[in-house]
């Protein structure tokens, strides 16, 4: 029986307002959704499909033994010695159909704890099979997504420590080489002789640089300190700086910037990181008698930095995946990271970068930024 107050209401209870209809009520939030995002879907409630067939199992069970075992005592009392072997056929029948039944829904459980146990020793090879219910598929078809990245991570990580060894030893081995014959007096502490050092420890500091960022870009805290930058002039002190080491290849290394470039609002330390980690990966795979050029150009409200060698270029097949880290060609011995933390930095400034290339006709990279409003 309804109370006063009009149609709609019910001892006090308005079934015009929210829960007893989606309407939005009066005192709801405007800056808040209704309805709430739990009311907006339908959720499951009771145990999970396979615990429900356990549980219809076991009262078949206790079920079927109740009245078989009402029906087993009248058939030994009018049979005598044959209704005993009848019933004893009888419960060996339920217990075998029971007992299978448990086998399974126990056996691809058995077989995930056996898999997790040797993923724990350390096996991510390990791989379970996609059998029972749908919810046992479902955590079959997870459990192996989640060894097979496992194991590749694990991959990844052995490759990046040698690369990395390896990457550390190549300059250590430099500086300390020529530091040493200098101080005996094999060689005289002149440019010549020190020039080998400190590129050896321009390629430690990128590599630290590259490390770093890494990290950083990992953890969510790649900080970006942007200014109206001049990227004419980046670009040409970034190709100074590579200068000797293009020298030292008898590669030639060259630029073309237009003039009057307006300004870019960008991060000048990280896009002088990524034009290193370009100019570093070209020289890598650029023979001797090739050559490098950048250019600069403005087009529309964005800024092109194009890097194009006229090196070894890249496998086709390894083309679409040069900005994934950790990935390198068969004769690189670098770690595999520059052209990724390029990648990232870019993204991060709401660039992009594209690549271009054809094996033993060269590469090309460029990199887009969005010039200056103000």
Not at 181 to 201: F, K, M, N, V, W
Not at 323 to 342: H, M, Q, Y
Request: with cysteine; hydrophobic share 40%; net charge neutral.
């Amino acid at each position: 029986m309804r109370a006063g107050g009009g149609p709609g209401r019910w001892r006090g209870f308005d079934y015009d307002q929210w829960p007893f209809s989606m309407r939005r009520p009066r005192w709801w939030p405007e800056n808040e959704p209704f309805p709430p995002p739990r009311w907006g879907r339908r959720r499951a409630y009771g145990p999970a499909p396979f615990l429900r067939f356990i549980g219809c199992l076991f009262l078949f069970a206790l079920l079927v033994s109740a009245l078989g075992g009402a029906f087993v005592g009248s058939v030994v009392q009018r049979l005598g010695p044959l209704g005993v072997l009848l019933a004893i056929l009888f419960f060996f029948l339920i217990s075998s159909v029971v007992g299978g039944a448990m086998r399974r829904v126990s056996r691809p459980l058995d077989r995930l704890v056996d898999a997790a146990q040797r993923i724990e020793s350390g096996d991510y090879s390990t791989q379970v099979p996609e059998w029972g219910s749908a919810d046992i598929r479902s955590v079959a078809r997870a459990f192996n997504s989640m060894s097979a990245r496992l194991k590749t991570i694990d991959e990844q990580r052995r490759s990046f420590m040698a690369d990395v060894t390896h990457e550390l030893r190549t300059p250590l081995s430099v500086i300390r080489g020529q530091a040493e014959a200098i101080a005996d007096g094999l060689y005289p502490a002149d440019h010549e002789h020190l020039l080998p050092i400190l590129d050896a420890t321009q390629t430690l500091d990128r590599l630290v640089d590259d490390l770093r960022t890494l990290i950083q870009t990992d953890a969510g805290n790649l900080v970006l300190h942007k200014e109206p930058t001049d990227l004419g002039a980046l670009v040409h002190d970034t190709v100074e700086s590579f200068r000797s080491q293009a020298d030292g290849k008898s590669v030639t290394l060259s630029y073309d910037i237009s003039s009057g470039l307006p300004t870019a609002d960008v991060d000048p330390a990280r896009i002088r990181q990524v034009l290193s980690n370009l100019l570093s990966n070209s020289l890598q795979h650029t023979p001797a008698g090739s050559s490098i050029k950048l250019t600069v150009r403005s087009i529309s409200d964005q800024l092109a930095i194009t890097v194009a060698d006229t090196g070894d270029g890249i496998p086709s097949e390894l083309l679409p995946h040069v900005f994934e880290r950790f990935v390198k060609g068969p004769n690189s011995t670098g770690s595999g990271l520059g052209l990724a933390i390029a990648h990232d930095i870019v993204v991060a400034h709401g660039g992009r970068i594209e690549i271009g290339s054809k094996p033993g006709e060269g590469t090309q990279i460029s990199v887009w930024m969005r010039v200056n409003d103000s």
